[in-house]
């Protein structure tokens, strides 16, 4: 799936907050963009109290070796986008992703 | 096929202080030279030599105690008849064990015994496993003079009257029976609880012809505190402590040496069998983990094996509406494998994926990432260390460079300080938590840092040296606080640090951590701990001798579990604690093949022993060997299949005896994915929570039924051998072949010690690894030609990676945050008698002991929100909310409640988030902000999920003709 597409994608398929199976109460659930928002923040935030250098390239090697060509897909169409909501730190780790 | 019998070398071998030499003495025993360590009995010297002196309260296991009076023996020289146990070798001794005195003795001896004893051999359960009989039969006891007329503990009534001495048997506990009346008082059980176990829960009470073992303050076995690891049951001598399923079944007449399926002690048993029925499971004297000991759970809760839940058919359905429809297995596999087709003609290659299982063996896990890779043709496998342990993988590896603990088990026996950091060992890890309260005993230092006042902090001949109940959370600003006093107090240990690890890194971290705002005064106020305990506990660990770091999902499971498994790292390096016996980082992880699974390449990211999917020269070893060409893309961890099943673009998933709609946080969004996909395929004993959400259910196959390996904690591989025919038709590494022929592929395996040489022919630490080798002795990874034997101890002269990585760990308090709506903190945990979803426990006796999960609050918590012990509370978070029962207890520290996840009734997994560690996904468990309210019942989840649940279980029944 191309980037693009999978970020087209992910909009769509951002769940709405409160759904479960088998109630109607109110659960705060987290979209699955939102959810690599924070992922990526999360683990910039870790690297962030290194040397701004090792940071950012500790950043970006942990999100090429541990998330899945969708969800690297995806937060590198958000950081296109614009990147709302991530530090600076994760977005300039995810815009020097590869691929 | 016979049954295996240990040798009883009826006391210890001496063992010199940190396991130096001791001298060799040489005495003469029944005019045979004999040469043993000084320290030595001259009963264990006598057997050594072959000779076998007669004896009741002695036994290897156990300390001597010189009660028996068997064992008598006559030494040159000396006066008197002294006992052989409890008298030590010395060089040029000349002992006699059989001469006209000894003999008239022990008959003396044995008369007593027997005047006082029942005489219904023949009915008697222990009828042919009796030491009295062999002993009377050793001592040639003739004629018991006494007769039974005088006062005496064998029958119910005499004279017409009731037998004041005489005490009903006591089947309280679900296990074993207790009957007085066959008792000799050897005290080997009263023994056995103190010195094996260490729970001290019996004691003999009276004195005299009074005497009588008392389990507590004379009370039934199950409402004291036994913790019913039988122990006791193992070492007696007699009818006294017996199994039930003794009485019931009788004597075993053949037994196999396997590996304990719970948890990751890695226990390995005598299953004792008569035919294909297993009559009891009795720990193994020779098990390289467990010597001899084991827990409720590995010895006795074994019955979910044959329970009568246990689904034995293939099931198929088209949707989960739907009721199940039993099928042939020709039939169940090819309706899966065209699903899986279709599902990924229509979707996508990546739009599959599947769960390697922690329960089943090395060999099945490693089958299972196989079919995925090869035949999905995708990374999309992981395993349930994601949700235990995945932050120690991270963390380890990142900064020794391999992702397992350092030690083995015994080395605990040279640690002078002992640091347990949210773990409980005594638990979740029962057998080596004894050993740890051994070594406690002999006198090393604990420090204990866990939210919970566990009951190593404070047990029966246990104390820590320092207990420091942090705020759950806070775990990296405790690690960080102790670094600061380690530094800023000068007891780092320079020369190590410069010898093995990366300087420059050090001072950089050193400069981190001597941060005023690391300090423990600095950070008091949101750990909960006073400063001066936190200084005590970090100059214990640097100067205290030998100290070592056991850990478990308290350190991991936290948004920041992988930087409090880094900040562990870098402790055990700036003290220099890694890389001799006696120290190290030991994760106690948590299932039976939990590190198994994880060596066996069942992570998205990586092949067999922690090798990425990126590295070329690895993936194209695999390519040759398996003839297909490798995705080099990382694959989805659990929680991305389910966002991604969410998303919906994930539709198909293959999970092998995982139960994640139980063990998964946030159990909404877990059912929620697992409903969304087009073909759930499940494979376990018992229809499991997760298979109500399943399309197929293929029937797996208990430990009992297959062979293969396991390795457990400390990296240790064990032979996991069949004792009887899968009753489902087939062993999971078959079912999983089946699948995998299903789909295309062209496996042929026979046996899974095929399996393990593919493995150890793709994987250098597994090199040295096969099922013969395995056959003469358990190894530890790495196993190859440097360390033909293993690997007992790790990072020995310099560290795997190199040199030693200081990683900066900077505190970041979680998101899950305390406030007016939610103002109590969440953590979870597990029990002694349960095992993580319950699966198996809940369908065994073990009920007895916990038959339902309930939450602990303080009682000043309780108090402001009017709940009683045992009121019916409801537990709410951003997440859900379910009901359960309270239990108001002081061991929660106030603001703080604890519950398990043992029962699906009271599903804890509502209640916790989806927040997860920053490396690895791993889930918060530990941490969810809650508020508990009175309740009127179960709650409308409960209820619907109850309904829901009952429904998905119809399996459509043949209409009568």
């Not at chain 1, 897909?73 to 992703?97: C, N, Q, W």
């Not at chain 2, 296991?61 to 028996?68: E, H, M, T, V």
């Not at chain 2, 193992?234 to 009485?247: F, G, R």
């Amino acid at each position: 799936m191309s980037a693009d597409r999978g970020h087209e994608a992910g909009r769509e398929g951002a769940h709405e907050a409160g759904h479960s199976l088998f109630d109607d109460e109110q659960h705060i659930t987290t979209s699955s963009d939102q959810r690599l928002v924070t992922m990526a923040n999360q683990i910039a935030r870790f690297f962030s109290s290194q040397k701004h250098d090792t940071a950012v390239e500790g950043c970006r090697d942990h999100i090429a070796k541990f998330w899945d060509p969708r969800m690297r897909g995806r937060i590198r169409a958000h950081v296109a986008d614009g990147g709302a909501g991530l530090t600076p730190l994760a977005k300039e780790a995810i815009a020097r992703l590869t691929r | 096929m016979a049954l295996i019998k240990e040798l009883d070398y009826g006391t210890p071998e001496p063992r010199g202080p940190y396991g130096a030499a001791l001298a060799q003495v040489t005495l003469t025993i029944d005019g045979q030279a004999v040469t043993v360590p000084e320290g030595t009995s001259i009963m264990r010297a006598a057997q050594i030599a072959g000779t076998t002196i007669p004896k009741l309260c002695a036994t290897d296991n156990l300390d001597a105690f010189g009660s028996c009076r068997l064992c008598l023996v006559e030494i040159q020289g000396r006066n008197g008849t002294p006992a052989s146990c409890t008298t030590p070798v010395a060089p040029g001794m000349v002992v006699h064990t059989q001469t006209d005195k000894l003999k008239r003795l022990r008959n003396g001896v044995m008369e007593l015994y027997i005047s006082d004893h029942p005489l219904d051999c023949l009915t008697c359960a222990a009828n042919g496993d009796c030491e009295l009989q062999d002993m009377a039969g050793a001592v040639g006891l003739r004629e018991v003079r006494y007769g039974y007329d005088g006062r005496n503990h064998v029958f119910a009534r005499q004279d017409g009257k009731a037998n004041p001495d005489w005490k009903a048997k006591d089947t309280s506990n679900p296990y074993f029976t207790y009957d007085a009346s066959k008792c000799i008082v050897c005290n080997r059980c009263v023994r056995a609880c103190d010195e094996v176990q260490g729970t001290f829960a019996l004691t003999i009470s009276g004195r005299g012809l009074d005497s009588r073992v008392s389990p507590g303050q004379d009370e039934g076995f199950l409402s004291s505190e036994c913790v019913s690891c039988g122990a006791c049951v193992q070492a007696c001598p007699t009818a006294t402590l017996t199994e039930k399923a003794v009485i019931e079944i009788g004597q075993p007449e053949h037994s196999k040496v396997t590996t304990c399926a719970y948890c990751g002690v890695g226990c390995t048993f005598k299953a004792e069998m008569r035919g294909e029925t297993l009559v009891r499971m009795v720990p193994w004297k020779d098990g390289a983990a467990n010597h001899g000991h084991s827990c409720v759970k590995g010895r006795f809760a074994w019955g979910y094996a044959t329970h009568k839940e246990r689904i034995l058919n293939p099931m198929i359905r088209s949707s989960i509406q739907e009721p199940w429809r039993e099928v042939s297995w020709d039939e169940a596999i090819a309706y899966t494998a065209s699903e899986f087709k279709r599902i990924q003609e229509k979707y996508g290659k990546r739009s599959v994926g599947g769960i390697a299982s922690s329960r089943c063996t090395n060999e099945e896990a490693y089958l299972v990432q196989k079919l995925i890779r090869q035949g999905f043709g995708n990374n999309n496998v992981d395993t349930c260390a994601r949700v235990c342990h995945s932050p120690t993988g991270y963390g380890l590896s990142q900064t020794l460079g391999t992702s397992a603990g350092t030690q083995d088990f015994d080395s605990i026996r040279d640690t002078d300080v002992i640091l347990v950091i949210g773990c409980n060992p005594t638990d979740a890890h029962p057998v080596f938590g004894s050993a740890m309260k051994r070594r406690i005993r002999e006198g090393a230092k604990l420090i204990v840092i866990d939210p919970r006042r566990t009951d190593l902090v404070k047990s029966a001949h246990i104390r820590a040296e320092v207990h420091l109940p942090l705020k759950p959370s806070t775990n990296v600003a405790m690690l960080n606080a102790l670094a600061y006093v380690i530094v800023t107090e000068g007891l780092v240990a320079e020369q190590y640090v410069r010898e093995r690890c990366d300087w420059d890194e050090f001072q950089e971290w050193a400069e981190f951590v001597a941060r005023p705002e690391h300090s423990p005064e600095a950070v008091a106020d949101y750990l909960g701990v006073p400063a001066a305990d936190v200084r005590a506990a970090a100059r214990l660990y640097a100067t205290g001798g030998n100290a070592a770091i056991y850990y478990g999902l308290g350190v991991t499971e936290h948004s920041q579990g992988s930087t409090a498994v880094i900040a562990i790292a870098n402790l055990a390096m700036a003290t220099g604690n890694v890389g001799r016996r006696g120290v190290g980082i030991n994760p106690l992880r948590g299932q039976n093949n939990v590190q198994g699974s994880c060596d066996m390449g069942s992570f998205p990211h990586e092949l067999t022993a922690y090798r990425h999917v990126s590295n070329d020269a690895v993936r194209e070893q695999f390519n040759k060997a398996w003839n297909t060409v490798l995705d080099d893309e990382p694959g989805l961890r659990i929680n991305n299949m389910f966002d991604a099943a969410v998303d919906g673009v994930f539709k198909g998933m293959y999970i092998q005896a995982e139960d994640v709609v139980q063990s998964d946080p946030d159990t909404n969004h877990v059912t929620a994915a697992l409903a969304s996909l087009e073909c759930l395929v499940v494979q376990d004993l018992f229809l499991n929570e997760t298979a109500l959400f399943a399309h197929v259910f293929l029937p797996g196959s208990s430990f009992l039924e297959k062979d293969g390996t396991f390795t457990n904690a400390e990296r240790r591989l064990q032979l996991v051998r069949k004792v009887m025919t899968p009753k489902n038709g087939y062993a999971d590494w078959e079912v999983t072949q089946l699948m995998a022929q299903g789909m295309g592929l062209d496996w042929n395996y026979t046996h899974p010690s095929q399996v393990m040489d593919e493995i150890a022919a793709l994987t250098p630490v597994f090199s040295g690894v096969s099922f013969d080798r395995l056959e003469e002795e358990s190894l530890q990874w790495p196993v190859n030609e440097a360390a033909p034997h293993g690997t007992p101890i790790m990072h020995i002269d310099h560290f795997v990676r190199g040199k030693g990585r200081f990683i900066l760990t900077e505190y970041v308090p979680t998101d899950e945050k305390v406030g007016p709506r939610f103002p109590l903190l969440l953590t979870t945990g597990r029990i002694l008698s349960q095992y993580n979803v319950g699966a198996q426990t809940r369908r065994t006796g073990n009920m007895a002991w916990h038959d339902k999960d309930v939450l602990e609050i303080h009682p000043q918590d309780a108090e402001d929100r009017g709940i009683r012990e045992g009121d019916l509370v409801k537990l709410q978070s951003r997440a859900g909310a379910m009901a359960l029962h309270a239990r108001v207890t002081d061991k929660v520290a106030p603001g703080v409640v604890y519950t398990t996840f043992h029962h699906p009734e009271t599903p804890a997994n509502v209640v916790t988030t989806d927040a997860s560690d920053w490396a690895t996904n791993c889930p918060e468990y530990k941490v969810t902000a809650v508020q508990v309210t009175l309740a009127n019942g179960p709650t409308e989840w409960q209820q619907r999920y109850d309904i829901f649940a009952r429904d998905s279980r119809r399996i459509e029944v043949e209409p009568a003709e």
